[in-house]
């Protein structure tokens, strides 16, 4: 914090990290919350819980996406060089979307097994994830656009290609809310699918200039 | 923390700001336990979800509000040069404000289409945004009066606009307050209105001297 | 964190320092949990919130209190110049009591009011703040014991009169807890007296050598 | 922060260590959460109180393992010189399973007594307790076989001394999974006794060679 000048309108992006870090910390700790023990005494716990493995599911999910999320997180704010106002919205409307994932969680943790619902749950659910990810799309467009704040020594090609993916992790998303209306179970295939896509190893960045 | 001299009792303002930080993540995040998803199975999920609006328009309000909170406290505190025991107290009830609205965001969000309650509950969210205002503009008062902690580089002009704006949102928050218990719309529209204008840009400080 | 030495076992306090503040921002924010909304439609929603009144004091009473303590745990921690493993485990044992504060401040929220309870209440009210107390005071003699952990340069007289100000609460607090047996409105007297005096500044080290 | 150049893929670990000490204060906060207590008016709150010492004794044991694995995460990152992809997600998986602690918490505090559910409660601690062991050993392997990750000056016999350490822990808690089923009592004993284990100081690490 001390290396930013309170004189200027455009600052260093540790406050913002931090900040975020810590919403990240939260929400995903958070999430076990949306597993509701059944407070039935004298009823048999070993099937209550093992009736729970939608929760369980739901839990898994969406704690390896806020996880992923911090390290994507992490991994374009070392790309921007300063942050603005702006981007300072951008990115509290990503929290705000992130930091609401435990709902989504909670109505697939508890619908998914409920005919009646299990459709709108799941769409619920992609609809949950569609939204950080176009706030995400968003937040990059505005910072990579005319490199208005990223770093100008990251090759164009380079920045071609996160925007690309980012854009495509938009669609995707668009087309499991979509395809959840049609079969839920394709739907919920298409979050896992692109979840587990996230787990490879991000690609290192590519400067066109040599650091001095 | 390491600047920190054991021997004074004014002191620099990292510690105080790490922990405001981590108020603010937290209670920011706590805003989704307020969307309580109603627990009726075979029920029409789809529906129950829709009737949430004014949850989700309260979650989208306060998380807005608590945002920018954050981002005003790191503004001000980069202001004061020191804080003292006083300030440190008044901080500390500002938090409790923050803290504490949770508890207004989920009586609008669960009583805003209830007829008979619906002026309490508009009333009740203005007086939730009027105390975290009303502290913070003590807070500011005690730490610009006679420039006791703030930078003293600052041109009065700016400190003078900064009061004004301050002792503004006081005013305007009571009326938002007063004028809820006639009709609520116009209550609820007046803090709506004001965060909107909470999300312009802040302007800059001015000096009146060159940094040395 | 990057000054400890991996090849010792007594180290800066950074990290414990940062953990702490870590448990005293969330359990201070988690107090407005312990508030419950009455859901009632159509009830009559402003009686209800008035009816909440000892809930609203017993949170501000915590939250003062949490607050006071994550003032003075950065205060006594300054004064200890390296932790080991005897301390890390006494700390452990002082935020988990720290941590446990919800609990006794949702019966005193809840039971003030209600005459079969409330002894009950306020006793168990005080218990949950003597137990901190008591934590803190064995944290401090084994510290300050033959300045086993303190910095050496503090003057024995002041050292002398925190121990007897820590041992002093301990008391106090004991005697809340048997009071309130007696009279529940004296033994919540005491508490409140208490946190009002802990509110006073504090004293200044005072060392019996300069700093080098 | 600063430290880690934005053009490698393996980093330094203080962005982990920041994050993951997030999960631990606010996993360790959050048991206080699961000792509900009865919201019956007019009832006997003492008696209820002291019915719920179960859900103490699962709060105590809960918060003093997720504090040991606190310091013990410290304690080895201290050893890494370096983080990669892989032992992100490892350290992943392992926060997964601590964030997910509060569920057996709240499972072995609400059905101990209950006579026809006490077996499947311990046993469902035990193997809560069982998970993060046994991620903790997956990532204590990846990062020390062949001096992947960690301070290549460390001796092997100490290596090999923590690595014995940490599958013995694996061993002894699946140990208690099974005896569980048996004789709950013993089983939780395993549970305890190894709690207590962990409390006593850890060794300091053996290098071969000099630090220079």
């Known amino acids: 914090m001390s290396q930013s000048q309170p004189g200027g309108t455009e600052r260093g992006t540790e406050r913002i990290e931090a900040f975020s870090d810590g919403v990240f910390a939260i929400a995903i700790t958070l999430l076990i919350l949306d597993i509701k023990l059944p407070h039935l005494k004298n009823s048999d716990l070993l099937s209550s819980l093992l009736q ?17 999320y911090w390290a994507n997180h992490h991994y374009i704010f070392k790309l921007f060089q300063k942050t603005n106002h702006a981007l300072n919205l951008l990115n509290l409307l990503f929290l705000l979307f992130i930091a609401f994932l435990p709902l989504p969680t909670e109505v697939l943790g508890e619908y998914l097994l409920d005919k009646a619902n299990q459709t709108t749950a799941a769409t619920v659910y992609a609809l949950g994830l569609l939204l950080p990810a176009a706030s995400w799309l968003l937040m990059w467009l505005y910072a990579s656009r005319g ?14 290609r996160l925007t690309l993916q980012y854009l495509g992790s938009v669609v995707l998303y668009s087309g499991a809310v979509i395809i959840s209306l049609i079969d839920f179970r394709w739907g919920l295939g298409i979050c896992v699918g692109l979840t587990l896509l996230y787990l490879l190893p991000p690609k290192s960045p590519v400067f066109s200039r040599e650091e001095r």
Chains 1, 2, 3, 4 share one sequence.
């Open 52 to 68: 729970l493995w939608p929760a369980y599911f739901a839990y898994v999910l969406s704690f390896v996406m806020i996880g992923i």
């Open 147 to 160: 490199q208005r704040l990223i770093d100008r020594r990251l090759e164009a090609g380079y920045v071609r």
